[in-house]
């Protein structure tokens, strides 16, 4: 007796068991090392400037590489995970940006330290989109933007990992000393490579059933696979997954998916890369300084995890707009002089609606594309979005190097919330992915069916 086991049906309506703590845990440590990598570069940037003499423009410009590299990587390794696999793609990602990390250690110059940085963050903006697009793959319905967004709350551990690091290695042992343990998660390959699931549809159109029919086993239990099951999940269609991304009325959202990424990254790494320096410049001592980044990042934790349960509850569109823009108002404040328990309030706040948005965007595209462009669709929004990433540091730059008064930095980062606000009240929910089932004369049909 074969069945047709419709695996959209299966996932969605799970309990949430020991396998999905299994993805939840390995994407989250993925995502913990992935950030950290990035962020250490703000950690480290007071110590480069006065190393390497830089100016504040050429130490945004040095910040912009990894930034250059994770547009890119985001833009190409999107679309190749739909044609290889999540799972190949997240340990390409994962060797080249912790082993460009190790290569930043032997570094003399600001040129060898740019290079290396740009081909780290190559892997980094590889493997977001990748470990975003798994979790989704997996995650029962009801609790998909929950998962999605603890999953990317590694995001804002991995800021904080950085931070507490910098205030306890900077002084002790150099600059290089945090580059060193971002090189850890080579050690973690092989371990990744044998728990780690691939994505299911990319298995399904390989034709691997038997891995397919352990994997679902383990998300239902009571399900039995056999070698004659057929399993249903919505065919790839042809054409270019990167033009699907505007068919079927999707253009305007995907546009505006693009505009969001843009203006949150832009607040995102601008203040990731300049707030140690804008806080010191204010007078505040760089201990003090780098606990304002450890702030700002457990604020994205709570607002990321908070984010996403109000996701699932209320829509991720209602509560991405208002996050922003609370981020708006919290970062305009920011630039005022206040006593120390409303500083860290207004930066817990503001690393909660910035980063915290953030991460809530991944989870929303995520559920928006179909699973065959999902990655094509995380990653393109990524991609775009790291312009907006290269430009904050920049920004900043210009910003300490022109001497403007210490509230106007701020209101110049606060203007990209209100507009990336705007632009996701202009997506469609119309037009969103809703996952088919497997019908009968137009009827759904529960999973499994016996022939």
Not at 379 to 402: E, K, N, T
């Amino acid at each position: 007796m074969s069945k047709t086991v419709d695996i959209h049906h299966m996932i969605d309506n799970a309990r949430f068991n020991r396998f999905h703590w299994s993805v939840l845990l390995w994407s989250f440590l993925i995502i913990i090392f992935d950030v950290y990598d990035l962020v250490i570069y703000g950690v480290v940037l007071p110590v480069l400037m006065d190393k390497w003499q830089l100016t504040p423009m050429q130490a945004g410009s040095l910040g912009s590489y990894a930034l250059f590299g994770m547009m890119f990587g985001a833009l190409i390794f999107g679309p190749i995970s739909d044609r290889i696999g999540r799972k190949k793609s997240i340990i390409i990602c994962l060797a080249l940006f912790s082993s460009c990390t190790l290569i930043n250690t032997f570094t003399v110059n600001p040129t060898q330290f740019g290079i290396a940085r740009f081909f780290a963050g190559f892997g980094i903006g590889g493997l977001m989109p990748n470990a975003v697009a798994l979790i989704t793959e997996y995650a029962p319905k009801k609790i998909r933007a929950l998962l999605t967004t603890i999953m990317f709350s590694g995001y804002a551990v991995g800021g904080m990992i950085s931070a507490g690091l910098g205030i306890v290695l900077l002084p002790n042992f150099g600059w290089q000393s945090v580059f060193y343990v971002g090189a850890l998660p080579l050690l973690l390959i092989p371990v990744i490579m044998r728990y780690l699931p691939d994505s299911i549809g990319f298995l399904v159109r390989s034709k691997k059933n038997e891995e397919v029919g352990q994997i679902l086993s383990k998300i239902d239990p009571s399900f039995t696979p056999s070698k004659d099951d057929n399993y249903y999940i919505p065919e790839k269609a042809p054409g270019v997954s990167i033009v699907k991304l505007f068919k079927d009325n999707r253009g305007v959202s995907t546009a505006m998916f693009w505009v969001a990424f843009f203006m949150c990254l832009l607040m995102v790494y601008g203040l990731s890369s300049w707030l140690p320096k804008l806080m010191t410049e204010a007078g505040y001592p760089l201990g003090s300084s780098l606990s304002f980044l450890l702030v700002l990042n457990l604020g994205a934790m709570f607002g990321a995890i908070g984010g996403g349960w109000l996701g699932d509850k209320f829509h991720l569109k209602k509560v991405s707009i208002i996050y922003l823009a609370m981020a708006a108002i919290s970062l305009s404040l920011l630039g005022f002089k206040s006593n120390t328990f409303v500083l860290y309030l207004l930066l817990a706040i503001a690393g909660a609606t910035t980063i915290g948005t953030q991460i809530l965007l991944y989870a929303y595209v995520a559920q928006f594309y179909p699973m065959d462009i999902r990655s094509t669709g995380i990653g393109w929004a990524s991609g775009v979005g790291r312009v907006g990433g290269i430009i904050g540091p920049l920004m900043g730059g210009a910003l300490v190097g022109s001497g403007l008064p210490f509230q106007v930095n701020f209101i110049f980062f606060a203007i990209p919330g209100a507009i990336a606000a705007i632009a996701i009240g202009f997506v469609s929910l119309k037009y969103a992915f809703k996952a088919p089932t497997v019908n009968a004369a137009a009827e759904p049909v529960a999973t499994p069916i016996t022939d």
